[in-house]
């Protein structure tokens, strides 16, 4: 079966269950650019269709919570988070937010090698005697940690966090450490009921973190932040916290370890290298939601109705030659390095600069030491909207 016959029986299927979608977004590119999947969907492959959408938020517009109004269960909540919405609400869910999560960010980042390294103890210990390890479990394990410091809620609760998000996060896409189909509907309520309990503790008892501040700003001005606005946006924290970063670093991990020669790069610059894993092999193959233009427009060639729903695939205008010279090469020294990893516009995502640095971390702490990291055996790559790998086994070899 040809990538054309695939994508003509179920476009959207046929990327969700590629191991290696890049060849279908290559075709798209160049056959379909602006392929309506099905009546009144269409998936964007070219990195200028993909920005613009992105970037132009009076032509295109978020879903908004009138757009979910059939929806249930986790769908129904996830729905009212920030990235999701549209004007007004957006406007003033992201502006209760960005003060505290800015404060919280800078504190984290400064304590960052620091949480790292306990994190990754247990596990260069054990490469330190010999033994083979799966990072996978470690990449999962710093990001939890740091949502879990950044909101100001307990390490103790790491296990609960890493149990729910995943549960939820199915109905996007699956995410690290989701062994078994689990129940979305159920993980949702516990979440909800989790983060709203901390909410009350914080208005009786405030504290210098991020849900005493958004719960102040509640209590003093519901009509700028209602209960619902509140609970959503600690949720969209929460699920967007950990599975996006673990995918980064168990990605960035696999592709420096598989070339040598990308080792010299992560030492000259890793900021660059960073970008370019998520350049070359985009953790989150698309946004969270979908933009609806505002009226009837054409791209490319192609005349979109307003109020179509438009799908930017992030990891097809990532490798998009029109933009990227030599894009299925990984190169960290190329310019512009310019990807949409982290989306664009008024939806960028809030915690990009701390999630970079996140892996940034990950890859110095793990290369700085007594020999060399070398994989163990082949990765096992997850498939699906959420790239990354659900196995990195890896062991430390010594010089003579």
């Keep these: 079966m040809t990538v054309a ?38 998936l964007l492959t070219r990195y200028a269709d993909c920005r613009t959408v992105l ?16 929806a249930k269960g986790p769908a129904a909540v996830l729905a009212g988070v920030m990235s999701g919405q549209r004007g007004e609400r957006h406007r003033r869910m992201r502006g209760a937010v960005n003060a505290p999560w800015s404060a919280a960010a800078r504190r984290i ?76 509907d159920a993980a949702m309520r516990q979440l909800v009921s989790y983060l709203r309990g901390h909410v009350q503790e914080r208005i009786a008892a405030p504290r210098d973190d991020i849900i005493s501040q958004l719960a102040a700003s509640h209590r003093d001005h519901p009509e700028l932040l209602d209960d619902t606005e509140l609970t959503s946006i600690l949720v969209g924290l929460m699920v967007a ?63 979109i109705p307003a109020g179509s729903v438009l799908w930017p695939l992030l990891g097809a205008a990532n490798r998009d030659p029109a933009q990227f010279t ?14 949409l990893s982290f989306g664009g516009g008024i939806h960028h995502c809030l915690g990009a600069r701390l999630a970079c640095l996140e892996i940034g971390t990950v890859l110095r702490r793990l290369s700085d030491r007594n020999g ?3 994989l163990a055996g082949e990765p096992s790559q997850r498939i699906g909207r959420l790239r990354g790998f659900t196995s990195v086994p890896v062991r430390l070899e010594r010089g003579a």
Excluded: K
């Design 109 to 184: 980042m400064a304590e960052l090698p620091a949480l790292c390294d306990d994190v990754l103890r247990p596990a260069t210990d054990r490469l330190a005697d010999g033994e083979t390890v799966d990072l996978h479990e470690y990449a999962v394990a710093l990001p939890v940690d740091t949502i879990l410091l950044l909101l100001g809620l307990p390490l103790e609760d790491r296990d609960f966090v890493r149990t729910v998000v995943p549960a939820i996060f199915q109905v996007s896409g699956p995410a690290p450490g989701s062994r078994e189909p689990g129940d979305p």
């Design 241 to 303: 916290g950990f599975p996006q970063i673990a995918a980064g670093i168990e990605t960035a991990l696999v592709l420096l370890l598989r070339d040598e020669r990308r080792r010299l790069s992560l030492r000259e610059d890793p900021a660059r290298f960073v970008d370019e894993v998520l350049r070359f092999d985009t953790p989150v193959q698309t946004p969270p939601f979908p933009r609806i233009p505002t009226r009837n427009v054409v791209l490319g060639d192609v005349e």
């Design 5 to 42: 016959d695939v994508l003509a029986a179920d476009a959207v299927s046929a990327l969700d269950q590629a191991r290696d979608p890049y060849p279908l977004y290559a075709w798209l590119r160049e056959h379909a650019p602006v392929h309506e999947a099905e009546p009144g969907v269409f």
């Design 372 to 374: 060399t990291l070398v």
């Design 326 to 339: 030599a894009p299925d090469e990984f190169d960290p020294y190329r310019d512009p390095l310019t990807p």
């Design 55 to 70: 970037t132009d938020a009076r032509g295109y517009d978020a879903p908004g919570r009138d757009r979910s109004a059939g």
